[in-house]
């Protein structure tokens, strides 16, 4: 059974450019978290999608950014006209239900680490 | 607050043992994750422990929860240089967002 997977691992991008990140859950999972690792820090909650939905998006800036999760497909992390600031490492985790409370466990994906020139 | 506190870094010697500590906010945590992130890589459940527990053993692992400070730590018996990484703490409460700490650097002497 693959585990999360993720796309590319590393992106470089010029200021002003789209990045596109890819992320295909586990299988059998229907729950998609992305997290965000700026350097030297922990991972920051983004976005929660299920298939086709948006559920929580708290974490994620308003502008620039956006998050799909499509019936058929990866879900995707879509930033627009990205600046030096955006660099990090893109984590997405799957889970099989709604990890409320912890009760199931997501698990994460190698990672994206987009660098901004 | 949603800050989970770890120190930064950590030395051992090679066989000796490794603590690594974590001081989480949220009483209201349900379970607590240790994870850990090789150079480059992505992250690795490493153990858990849920709430109601005290302490949680597997193999060179333990794993203790002081409920009362708030207090978790993460005890890695015969460190090997191949437990050179980062170790992240990560809580979960009520919802599906996992507050991780910012990680301690652990670096293994021969």
């Known amino acids: 059974n693959a585990g999360v997977m993720q796309n590319p691992r590393h992106l470089v991008r010029r200021r002003g450019q789209e990045a596109r990140l890819r992320c295909s859950p586990m299988k059998g999972h229907s729950h998609v978290y992305w997290y965000r690792q700026l350097p030297e820090e922990g991972l920051k909650f983004m976005v929660y999608?299920?298939?086709?939905?948006?559920?929580?998006e708290s974490g994620m800036p308003k502008e620039r950014f956006s998050a799909e999760f499509p019936k058929e497909g990866p879900s995707i992390l879509r930033i627009q006209q990205v600046v030096r600031g955006d660099s990090a490492a893109y984590f997405c985790?799957?889970?099989?239900?709604?990890?409320?409370?912890?009760?199931?466990?997501?698990?994460f994906g190698p990672g994206t680490r987009l660098l901004v020139l | 607050g949603e800050d989970v506190e770890q120190s930064l870094f950590l030395s051992v010697r090679e066989g000796d043992s490794s603590v690594i500590n974590c001081t989480y906010t949220d009483s209201s945590s349900t379970y607590l994750y240790w994870y850990k992130q090789e150079p480059g890589a992505g992250l690795q459940l490493l153990t858990y422990?849920?709430?109601?527990?005290d302490m949680k053993q597997d193999q060179r692992l333990t794993v203790l929860l002081n409920k009362k400070d708030k207090h978790l730590s993460l005890r890695i018996a015969d460190t090997q240089t191949g437990d050179s990484a980062i170790y992240f703490c990560a809580e979960i409460g009520g919802t599906y967002k996992y507050i991780f700490g910012t990680g301690t650097r652990l670096k293994v002497l021969a």
């Open positions: 999608l299920q298939k086709e939905n948006i559920i929580d």
């Open positions: 422990i849920f709430s109601n527990m």
């Open positions: 985790a799957s889970s099989q239900e709604s990890s409320t409370s912890g009760q199931e466990t997501q698990y």
